[in-house]
């Protein structure tokens, strides 16, 4: 298994792809999988494996690529805080087509669907990798469907002990609230 520093390195040259194919898997370390979620709260401590199965189509300039991604990220749970694992495994089906002279130079941005994408000199394999991974991974990380998260009040996690809130000082500035809350409590 060929281990690689960044998942931008996986590139392929379309004229290299003959009718054998290409097979191929790549390890990536953990520093670069965490500049990919740079931008979220999580944290990548193992290698991501990525495998990959390129083959061009029978009489056609179309190139097909098959991926499989598999890791795992460290995020907090957006209810109650707690650490978790979350396990990523992505399979991916894309398929490459000849750019038009009148594409841009980014043709990754071109690209409408995660079905399509296009080449020129080059197919660019690891962007299309890492939009998909991102768009694969939850908006929210939670631990479990029945967590109830953090009391509001007291900020108890109430999976692991019960709310504090009623033998808690009340903060005076709170008041007017607190006799609103009793209000609609008596109706």
């Known amino acids: ?3 690689i520093k960044r998942i931008d390195d996986i590139t392929l040259i379309p004229e290299m ?3 054998a194919g290409i097979e191929n898997e790549v390890t990536i370390s953990p520093e670069a999988m965490t500049g990919i ?3 979220m709260d999580v944290t990548v401590s193992k290698p991501f494996d990525v495998h990959y199965v390129v083959e061009r189509e029978k009489d056609s300039d179309t ?4 991926v499989d991604v598999r890791g795992e990220i460290e995020a907090s ?3 109650c805080l707690e650490p978790i694992r979350h396990t990523v495994d992505l399979h991916l089906k894309t398929a490459y087509l000849p750019a038009l002279p009148d594409m841009s130079g980014d043709l990754e ?7 399509t994408g296009y080449y020129r000199n080059i197919i660019r394999l690891g962007d299309y990798i890492v939009s998909e991974l991102g768009l694969s991974l939850p908006l929210r990380f939670i631990c479990s469907e029945d967590c109830k998260g953090l009391c509001p009040g007291c900020g108890a996690n109430l999976n692991r002990e019960e709310c504090r809130c009623e033998t808690a000082p009340k903060d005076p500035r709170m008041k007017k ?4 809350k009793d209000k ?4």
């Open 1 to 3: 298994m060929e281990k």
């Open 17 to 19: 792809i003959g009718e």
């Open 37 to 39: 979620f740079k931008d």
């Open 63 to 66: 190139i097909c690529a098959t």
């Open 77 to 79: 749970c957006s209810r």
């Open 109 to 115: 941005a071109e690209r409408s669907s995660s079905e």
């Open 177 to 180: 609230l607190m006799d609103l």
């Open 184 to 187: 609609l409590r008596r109706k």
